[in-house]
């Protein structure tokens, strides 16, 4: 299992498509070209027809959304649509119909890749056959990338279900990680109290989790979604509080006799949980780590006349921190061994740097910053550790802070503040296709759960 | 000129002690033991045959009470055929006695009527109202007593800050002495009173660092009123962060008026 991971993450690197350059203080993004995919509306065999709509529409949103496909119009497809391997030709009677792979490379589709298949109803359950075929490929028999069946119950969820299935199946096929299944987790004031609320990735079922009519403020989610950790007022001063992501409860956690304790994120293995605390330092915070019940208390930082914050633990190591301190000034980025050693900063002093989050491989950090703008006009940054280069995401839009990475590693979640609320907008990490996915109330601390299993 | 003197201060002495003894000498002849002489029989006043009404004694004890207290009145008459005394006493016998307790002052007057004619006598009660209870609260003003959490609310002055920063600026330093004096006022009142210093910031700090900077300022605020001799046994900070703004304004005049270390009452 770990071996798969480590084998996934190296294909992942290398297929991400922002390169940073360290020759100058900037970072240059190209996109890596991507694979043109064609994915012509898929029937039903019986009731399954019904759920057809849902299929196509959720399949087409999850391919779309994950930003490693150039998506092709369906306006430009060949009339006769293959449903199942063998309705291919390699030499077909007609021209151009469809049943040909060159039908689909060439003009005017274009596509490297076309997705097919039916769905059928059997004993209640939608029954989903999906292929993948490299249509540039010379021959039908070497074409086939993917083919597999897929189960669901017959109706709306069971059609969205093994969509998600077979998107994810593709998407691991461009060593992309699927968004299918994920969640964001963030703070919505709309009840009139700032409380936790959660939604799929594309912002659909918005639910409050939290109903703790105080101030509920900063969720990080355990890496094996297992539980949340939050800051709340509700006991009177700032604590933490963990909730089972299955069940809603509140688990045991014992703070430190503070005035403040907040929590950051979860060490990579989520048996541990990084803080700030004014526990040995009255009005100095500092960072500390507990187990997942509050016991074990280690103290981290010692900078005892300094104010340091936000803790974030490297996902793919687990033995290297970001956090944000004032240690020279005004809030600066900084990195630290998880023992507290090697302290360096990172963000090169200017303005003030805050809300760091590290991308999946481990690389890079997205990271809020005022950098050439006056105090608290932050925007989306992302900076590679290694060679500290860094590229501004956006500008002229807002305040923009609170950036998280997605599971994906190619997606941004965030909150930009455009007049008097906060919203919660995802973009890609190269600053394209912003999109919004809150109205309601103000919006902040958005947190993008790691992928289903 | 000491030996003169002495001799003036003698003189006056002996001179001193000759008048009061003139003066004693001098004095008006007193009934001896106070006896009345006996009343004259058969004088032109009396109209019938038999004695005139006399009334040996009519007292009021104490004479001078507060609303609520009682007094006594004590009378002896004879030689009469009814006895009356008035403020609703009504008829008597000719000798008794009475509890009343008047709620203002009266003149009680008791009537004694017989055969030989009638004889009349009052007494004064004075009835004062008691004094209000002692005067608290501020001695100067003289206003109803505040609450150690409404004279916070209404007098306590924030003790504003720079941004990002927590020191105690003069304007500061001259709000905290002011609470310090409030507060030794409401711990004398209240001896259980508990402060809360709350330490608030302006929206321009991420979240998660302001909740450390209110942190910060709050302390900053307690300990300058340790210093002022404030026991800190007293006083608990919070920090609010930028979570409980006065505005939402973007300027600098709002932003001033968040950042701030502001009193409340405890629990």
Known sequence: MKHTLIILALVFVAAIPILLRAQTTKIVI?????????????????????????????????????????MLPKTTFPLIVPQQPSDFRDHPAGQNVGLALKDWSGPPVNADDLAFGYAADRDNQIVLFGWLFDVTQPAVS?????????????????????????????????GAVSL????????????????????????????????????????????????????????????????????GRKLPYYNQQASVNSASDFTPDSQNLLFYSTTATPGYTQIYETDISGGHLRRI????????????????????????????????????????????????????????????????????????????????????????????????????????????????????????????????A???????????????????????? | MSKGYHSQKTLALLLAIGLLVFATACGPKKH????????????????????????????????????????????????AT???????????????????????????????????????RSVNVTVSNPPPPPLTGTPDSGSPTLSGAEILQRQAHDAYFDYDKNDIRSDARDALTHDADLLRQIFAQDPNFVVIIEGHCDERGSGEYNLALGDRRANAAHDFLVQLGIPAARLKTISYGKERPQCTDATEECWQKNRRAHLAAGQ
């Not at chain 1, 898929?42 to 930003?67: C, D, H, I, P, W």
Request: proline share 6%.
């Open chain 1, 180 to 247: 299918a299944g994920t969640k964001i987790y963030f703070v919505s004031d709309r009840t009139g109290h700032k409380e936790i609320w959660s939604m799929d990735y594309d912002g659909g079922n918005q639910a409050q989790f939290t109903h703790y009519n105080s101030i509920t403020l900063f969720p990080a989610l355990s890496a094996d979604n297992s539980k949340i950790a939050f800051t709340t007022f509700s006991s009177g001063v700032p604590q933490i509080f963990l909730h089972s992501l299955a069940t």
């Open chain 2, 32 to 79: 001896p033991g106070g006896v009345l002489p006996p009343a004259p029989t058969g004088g032109g006043s009396s109209t019938g045959g038999g004695d005139r009404p006399v009334i040996a004694s009519f007292t009021v004890e104490p004479t001078s009470i507060e609303v609520g207290q009682s007094v006594t009145l004590r009378w002896s008459v004879s030689n």
């Open chain 1, 430 to 453: 190269d600053g394209s296709d912003k999109r919004p996915l809150t109205t309601a109330g103000s919006n902040q601390n958005p947190v993008w759960s790691k992928a289903s299993q």
């Open chain 1, 301 to 428: 930082s010692q900078a005892p006349r300094s104010i340091e914050v936000e803790a974030k633990a490297n996902p793919k190591t687990g033995s290297e921190l970001i956090f944000v301190s004032d240690r020279g000034g005004l809030p600066q980025l900084y990195r630290m061994n998880i023992d507290g050693t090697d302290v360096q900063r990172l963000t090169n002093g200017e303005g003030e740097a805050v809300n760091p989050s590290w991308s999946p491989d481990g690389q890079h950090i997205a990271f809020a910053w005022t950098r050439g703008y006056a105090p608290g006009s932050y925007n989306i940054f992302i900076m590679d550790v290694s060679s500290r280069d860094y590229i501004q995401l956006t500008s002229g839009e807002g305040r923009n802070e609170n950036p998280n990475w997605a599971p994906d590693g190619v997606h941004i979640v965030y909150s930009s503040k455009r007049g008097r609320s906060s919203q919660i907008w995802t973009m890609r």
């Open chain 1, 142 to 174: 070497s074409a086939q990338l993917l083919g597999k069946i897929y189960v669901g119950t017959l109706d709306a969820a069971g059609a969205r279900k093994v969509a998600q299935e077979f998107a994810a199946d593709i998407l691991k096929l461009f």
């Open chain 2, 82 to 120: 009814d006895v009356t005394i008035d403020q609703g006493v009504g008829a008597v016998q000719s000798q008794g006695s009475r509890q009343l307790s008047p709620r203002r002052s009266a003149t009680y007057t008791l009537t004694a009527n017989g055969p030989g004619g009638s004889d009349t």
């Open chain 1, 30 to 70: 190209e996109d890596k070209p991507r694979k043109a995919i064609a994915i012509p509306d898929f029937r039903g065999t019986g009731a399954a027809q019904q759920q057809m709509g849902v299929f196509n529409e959720t399949l087409y949103k999850e391919l779309s959304a994950s930003g490693q496909l150039k």
